[in-house]
């Protein structure tokens, strides 16, 4: 059973500073994964999708992808207090990507 | 354009009563459909998903059950609530083939007493 574990649980930063967010997975192949965003009591906003080793970039939000190590992380470049949400990873494998296994998340909190 | 409709927004009901949340997208034709659930503080964890009309696979077993009884609506109901159930549900869509995106809904917020 795929186990994928976010860490920190939650994070500061400061308005402008990198912030960067950890996901790590336990089925070496896997080959989908995606990071989310919630806003409390909102529904989610796809950031990122990536499905293979590398980096991909979408405005501010990089991520970055090793399976070798089973991590998959999360920059964001220059982020803002309305950026302050709770990040979430989800990881699934292509031979059933109707099933997709999520992380607990991060909060991440971005001070003025 | 697709949108994606859930209702309702909220739900406070009592212990043991019926529920049914609803889902519906509009502007895609054969979209498969996910139903999510989060308990308060807890993890995002799929509970169905559906890839035609009328088939539906369980992931997790929660005493809830989801029926596809048009190619653009997902249901999602019990027939005796326990506390357990509270949390934020959430209902997806995405096209069919492999890495595809997926997109949610604003999702319903269930609170049982």
């Known amino acids: 059973q795929q186990k994928v574990q976010q860490s920190p649980e939650s994070l500061t930063v400061s308005e402008g500073a990198m912030a960067s967010l950890n996901c790590t997975f336990s089925?070496?192949?896997?080959?989908?994964f995606r990071w989310y965003r919630q806003h409390s009591g909102k529904g989610l906003e796809v950031l990122v999708s990536?499905?293979?080793?590398g980096e991909k970039e979408e405005g501010s939000f990089t991520a970055h992808l090793n399976r070798a190590s089973l991590h998959v992380f999360l920059h964001i470049r220059e982020p803002q207090p309305s950026d302050s949400a709770l990040y979430l990873c989800?990881?699934?494998?292509?031979?059933?990507?109707?099933?997709?296994?999520f992380g607990k998340g991060t909060h991440l909190h971005v001070l003025p | 354009a697709q949108t994606i409709h859930q209702w309702p927004v909220a739900e406070i009901k009592a212990v043991g009563s019926p529920l049914s949340l609803g889902c519906t997208i509009k502007g895609k034709s054969s979209p498969n459909l996910y139903w999510y659930w989060q308990a308060t503080g807890g993890t995002l964890q799929q509970l169905f998903y559906?890839?035609?009309?009328?088939?539906v696979e369980s992931v997790v077993q929660l005493n809830l059950s989801a029926s596809r009884p048009k190619d653009d609506q997902f249901i999602l109901s019990t027939e005796k609530l326990l506390l357990s159930h509270s949390g934020f549900y959430l209902c997806?869509?995405?096209?069919?083939?492999?890495?595809?995106?997926?997109?949610f809904g604003k999702g319903t917020r269930l609170t049982v007493v």
């Open positions: 997806a869509w995405s096209r069919t083939g492999a890495n595809t995106e997926v997109f």
């Open positions: 989800a990881v699934s494998h292509d031979t059933n990507a109707y099933k997709v296994i």
């Open positions: 089925d070496r192949s896997s080959d989908n």
């Open positions: 559906s890839i035609t009309v009328g088939q």
């Open positions: 990536i499905f293979s080793d």
